[in-house]
């Protein structure tokens, strides 16, 4: 509960009380971010990497290394993010696949936002298949 809460208000610090600028996908764009920094105990760390590129204007498309804990292997998993504007805001949809299974499918919608140059945030809210689960997961990263 208490990392729900923390991760709610660290949402909503960036949402609103941050600088900042709504972040817009450009074809040929690169992003290396962060999975999911929000859901980290403090005794151990546990960061997803990402790559992605720009397909289109739209459309982002891009890898993730996974390891949910030191004893279990690393996992390989695409992601994707369609970008779209809603009310004169901009809002992506999320989907990933974590080793390719069927059960490890998520999905969601979240924002992006500019912090500094090429710095960005990412809170989102993602339904995991398998689980059957909703979380809110906060990113970070580099856009070029």
């Given at each position: 509960?208490?990392k729900?809460?923390?991760?709610?208000?660290?949402?909503?610090?960036?949402?609103?009380?941050v600088?900042?600028?709504?972040?817009?996908?450009?074809?040929g764009?690169w992003?290396l971010?962060?999975?999911?920094?929000?859901?980290?105990?403090?005794?151990?760390?546990?960061?997803?990497?990402?790559?992605?590129?720009?397909?289109?204007?739209?459309?982002?498309?891009?890898?993730?290394?996974?390891?949910?804990?030191?004893?279990?292997?690393?996992?390989v998993?695409l992601?994707?993010?369609y970008f779209?504007?809603?009310?004169?805001?901009?809002?992506?949809?999320?989907a990933?696949?974590?080793?390719?299974?069927?059960?490890?499918?998520?999905l969601?919608?979240?924002?992006?936002?500019?912090?500094?140059?090429?710095?960005?945030?990412?809170?989102?809210?993602v339904?995991?298949?398998?689980?059957?689960?909703?979380?809110?997961m906060?990113?970070?990263?580099?856009?070029?």
């Open positions: 509960m208490k729900m809460i923390f991760t709610l208000a660290l949402s909503l610090l960036v949402a609103v009380g600088n900042a600028q709504d972040a817009k996908n450009t074809k764009d992003y971010g962060t999975g999911d920094i929000a859901n980290v105990a403090w005794t151990q760390l546990s960061i997803t990497p990402s790559l992605g590129y720009g397909v289109t204007d739209k459309l982002m498309v891009g890898l993730s290394v996974v390891q949910a804990d030191a004893s279990a292997d690393l996992a998993g992601l994707s993010r779209m504007n809603v009310a004169g805001q901009d809002f992506f949809l999320y990933s696949a974590s080793d390719l299974d069927i059960d490890e499918i998520s969601g919608f979240g924002k992006m936002f500019t912090v500094h140059k090429s710095v960005f945030i990412e809170p989102k809210f339904y995991h298949i398998g689980e059957k689960t909703t979380n809110m906060l990113g970070f990263g580099l856009k070029f």
